[in-house]
């Protein structure tokens, strides 16, 4: 079998924000600054618009997209990979009496950045990388490549059952 070149992966998952334990502290803006955090992670700055917006006029055309800071997901040491976020879905549940959120359900979703994404000497495919060899160490430690390890045998493939 031939490859193109790495998988895709994708990541989705849901979290959960509640600013409900720091009422202790002055919250004054509740968990708005962790939500804006998250949502300028896919919104390019004012700043960039603006720039883009001010060449638009001069007449000069930009044909590549606005450039991003590199974003990075880290689940735990083992697993640190660049991914673009492919969907920030906020769903905000409780609110402070100056309606600011207190507490909020979020549906995110990435795809992890490989070197067929990245131009060749980019942090962000060194990352990769690393997060490519991680993945084969780990691999490495699991018993031998052996279908019983799996819970099958070569009967199995042999008659269609698997």
């Given at each position: 079998?031939?490859?193109?070149?790495?998988?895709?992966?994708?990541?989705?998952?849901?979290?959960?924000?509640?600013?409900?334990?720091?009422?202790?502290?002055?919250?004054?803006?509740?968990?708005?600054?962790?939500l804006a955090t998250?949502?300028?992670?896919?919104?390019?700055?004012?700043?960039?618009?603006?720039?883009?917006?001010?060449?638009?006029?001069?007449?000069?055309?930009?044909?590549?997209?606005?450039?991003?800071?590199?974003?990075?997901?880290?689940?735990?040491?083992?697993?640190?990979?660049?991914?673009?976020?492919?969907?920030?879905?906020?769903?905000?549940?409780?609110?402070?009496?100056?309606?600011?959120?207190?507490?909020?359900?979020?549906?995110?979703?990435?795809k992890v950045l490989?070197?067929?994404?990245?131009?060749?000497?980019?942090?962000?495919?060194?990352?990769?990388?690393?997060?490519?060899?991680?993945?084969?160490?780990?691999?490495?430690?699991?018993?031998?490549?052996?279908?019983?390890?799996?819970?099958?045998?070569?009967?199995?493939?042999?008659?269609?059952?698997?």
């Open positions: 079998m031939r490859l193109k070149g790495p998988a895709q992966e994708t990541w989705k998952f849901t979290a959960e924000i509640d600013a409900t334990d720091q009422f202790e502290v002055a919250a004054p803006d509740g968990i708005h600054p962790q998250l949502e300028m992670l896919v919104q390019p700055t004012t700043a960039k618009l603006r720039e883009a917006m001010r060449l638009s006029k001069k007449g000069t055309i930009e044909i590549s997209p606005i450039e991003m800071p590199l974003t990075l997901f880290t689940w735990g040491s083992k697993r640190v990979m660049p991914v673009r976020i492919t969907e920030l879905s906020i769903n905000e549940s409780a609110f402070d009496v100056n309606l600011n959120p207190i507490r909020a359900s979020l549906s995110i979703g990435l490989t070197v067929s994404d990245l131009p060749a000497g980019h942090r962000g495919a060194e990352l990769y990388l690393a997060h490519l060899a991680q993945k084969e160490r780990l691999a490495a430690a699991a018993r031998g490549g052996a279908l019983s390890a799996l819970g099958l045998n070569s009967g199995d493939i042999g008659l269609g059952r698997v």
